[in-house]
């Protein structure tokens, strides 16, 4: 099975399809807000999602309610999940991730991303969803 999470925003949203056996991260990426129903119907059909995961906080239950409206939820299952420190671990996780030539030695905190790391969000909300089953 294959879960879709979701750090949604007032501009842009962060996205994450992960599976639910290994958690192995299938595509990540940041899409704006006014292409959500395209690209979360785009990734349910390609990865056969059954569950789409959406943060609890800034336009959180608007996208639950647009994505309800708009798609067959028949066998789509929406849930909203805590996003209490998400912001603080995806950017801790963008960093890691991203950590190459000099960036190696300078400690994270005194380092700043340079791009937004909402994907890197949207994989800690699915994970959080993950352990809650």
Do not use: C
């Amino acid at each position: 099975m294959r879960i879709l999470a979701i750090d949604p925003g007032r501009m842009k949203f962060g996205y994450a399809v992960l599976t639910t056996g290994d958690r192995r991260v299938l595509r990540q990426g940041i899409a704006e807000v006014a292409a959500l129903v395209r690209v979360v119907q785009d990734l349910v059909d390609h990865f056969q999602v059954t569950t789409v995961v959406i943060g609890d906080r800034t336009g959180g239950p608007e996208f639950a309610a647009t994505l309800r409206a708009a798609l067959t939820t028949d066998q789509l299952k929406l849930t909203l999940v805590s996003e209490d420190g998400s912001s603080a671990e995806g950017r801790r996780r963008f960093l890691q991730a991203n950590r190459r030539g000099w960036r190696r030695w300078f400690p994270l905190g005194l380092q700043s991303p340079w791009r937004p790391y909402d994907d890197y969000v949207a994989v800690v909300l699915g994970e959080r969803y993950l352990n809650q089953q």
